[in-house]
């Protein structure tokens, strides 16, 4: 294990679990290129070491692991009270819709599949950070004109109120906090209804039209912001929102 420091106090510290030196070595350049701290591991039990030791900030979790697999690691850190909310982002040569679900349905934020660009996974780490330090601050979520206030639960565009029900609340505060993920209809039911409310799938299509319906009242390009996934669900992605 060995450890690399930007030298800023505001760095924030990714532990990499990889057991590919080369791997490792080109992550730890493009994380020191992008201001983070880097921290390493081969395998899970040196991975959760280091975890207890050095407090990352994030993970990033490769699935094959000799000596025992990523998967096992993440159901550890996701069942421990002290590491239970320790962002983790999945790196994975396996595709298969099963594997990317087991991941997700285990609490895995993200997952990017090898070969990756590393341009690509240092967005991915900033996102999830910002979501994860959203989360923590628990009272601001913005995108563009667009504010969402936690704690009084309001929205506003542009400074002008929106009207919206408790549920589009939800829904928008949830998307808000994670963008740039397809979502199918089942997942947004378990993460904003929750798993025990029995709702159709269908719900979530009427829910969204309404969310849509209250952003287009001010900006009709922020109802653009909810994107319909064909074959998925829907997705919150600002990338492309003209306005910002």
């Known amino acids: 294990m060995s450890t690399a420091r930007g030298g800023k106090m505001a760095s924030k510290k990714v ?39 050095d407090a990352p900030d994030m993970v990033l979790l490769d699935w094959m692991l000799p000596g025992g697999s990523g998967i096992e690691l993440l159901r550890r850190l996701k069942k421990g009270e002290a590491t239970q909310s320790l962002p983790v982002i999945m790196l ?33 780490i900033r996102a999830l950070l ?10 601001v979520l913005t995108v563009g004109d667009l504010v969402l206030e936690i704690d009084s639960r ?18 928008l505060h949830f998307f808000m906090a994670n963008p740039e993920r397809a979502y199918s209809r089942t997942q947004l039911l378990d993460r904003v209804w929750g798993t025990n409310v029995h709702v159709e799938e269908r719900t979530v299509d009427v829910h969204i039209r309404r ?34």
């Not at 490792?24 to 390493?40: G, K, N």
């Not at 309001?154 to 589009?168: A, F, H």
């Open 15 to 53: 532990l990499v679990v990889d057991d590919e030196p080369s791997i490792r070595e080109m992550l730890r350049l493009a994380l020191a290129i992008s201001d983070f701290d880097f921290v390493e591991a081969q395998d899970i039990h040196e991975a959760y070491r280091v975890i207890v030791d």
């Open 92 to 124: 994975t040569a396996k595709t298969h819709e099963d594997n990317v679900i087991q991941g997700l349905e285990l609490g895995a934020d993200d997952y990017i599949t090898k070969p990756f660009a590393p341009k690509e996974l240092i967005a991915r």
């Open 130 to 139: 910002r979501r994860a330090s959203s989360d923590q601050a628990g009272t």
């Open 154 to 171: 309001r929205v506003l565009l542009e400074n002008k109120p929106l009207e919206m029900g408790p549920t589009e609340f939800k829904l």
């Open 211 to 244: 969310l849509r319906k209250a952003l287009q009242t001010v900006n009709s390009a922020y109802a653009d912001l909810i994107q319909t996934v064909r074959g998925t669900g829907y997705r919150f992605s600002p990338r492309d929102l003209s306005v910002l």
